[in-house]
């Protein structure tokens, strides 16, 4: 079975600081690694990663795979307010069917 | 854009009644998928479908079925409410296998359930 470990799940931190949030897995035929953000509704997509080492970054985000230790990381530089959000891994392999860690909680405060 | 919609935003609804949740994408996707979360567990994939009138069986599909005659639709059904369903209940769907390098998935906007 698919499995998803999200870490920490809650986080208070203030404005300005930097934060990284962890996500390891276990999957069978790995295909991809996805992160979303989800505020009041649907989860939005940040990234996808397929490719160990490949940093993707868009603003002040940015993400790592490592295939050999199955762990990504998502860091937020700069943090605001409007980062405040639940943050969720999730992983594809074979079945292609999305697997879901628990998320991380981040709460941003002034 | 890919727009996928869930029928109702919020749902209240009392045990042992039949409840239907709908869920339309407009991108003729093959891919759609049901998932509940609740706090501390994360969502978690009750029903998915690859095609028209085709379903598996996702990790937690107990007192849950779906429907999907048209491509476009995907229904989840419980067919006889109870108050451990209360949850928040996300549709989302996705391009065929192998579609270019984007494995992302679209969700709705969530049906929050209420069973009293």
């Known amino acids: 079975e698919d499995k998803v470990v999200q870490s920490p799940l809650s986080l208070v931190v203030h404005e300005g600081d930097t934060v990284t949030l962890n996500c390891s897995y276990e999957v069978t035929n790995f295909r991809s690694l996805l992160w979303y953000k989800q505020e009041k509704k649907a989860p939005t997509f940040l990234f996808m990663l397929t490719s160990s080492g490949i940093e993707k970054k868009s603003g002040r985000l940015s993400s790592i795979l490592d295939k050999k230790e199955l762990f990504s990381i998502l860091n937020i530089t700069a943090t605001q307010t409007g980062d405040s959000a639940i943050y969720l891994c999730?992983?594809?392999?074979?079945?292609?069917?999305?697997?879901f860690g628990t998320g991380t909680r981040l709460q941003v405060t002034l | 854009d890919v727009k996928v919609t869930q029928s109702s935003r919020y749902l209240v609804k009392r045990t042992g009644e039949k409840v239907f949740l709908e869920c339309v994408q407009d991108m003729d996707h093959e891919n759609m998928f049901w998932y509940r979360q609740d706090p501390g567990l994360g969502l978690r994939l009750i029903y998915f479908s690859y095609d028209v009138k085709m379903k598996e069986k996702g990790d937690i599909p107990e007192g849950y079925s779906v429907s999907r005659e048209k491509k476009e639709r995907f229904s989840l059904i419980l067919e006889s409410a109870s108050t451990n369903q209360t949850s928040m209940y996300l549709c989302a769907s996705r391009g065929g296998f192998d579609r270019g390098a984007y494995y992302g998935y679209t969700f709705g906007s969530g049906t929050r359930l209420t069973v009293v």
């Open positions: 999730a992983v594809t392999g074979t079945a292609s069917k999305l697997t």
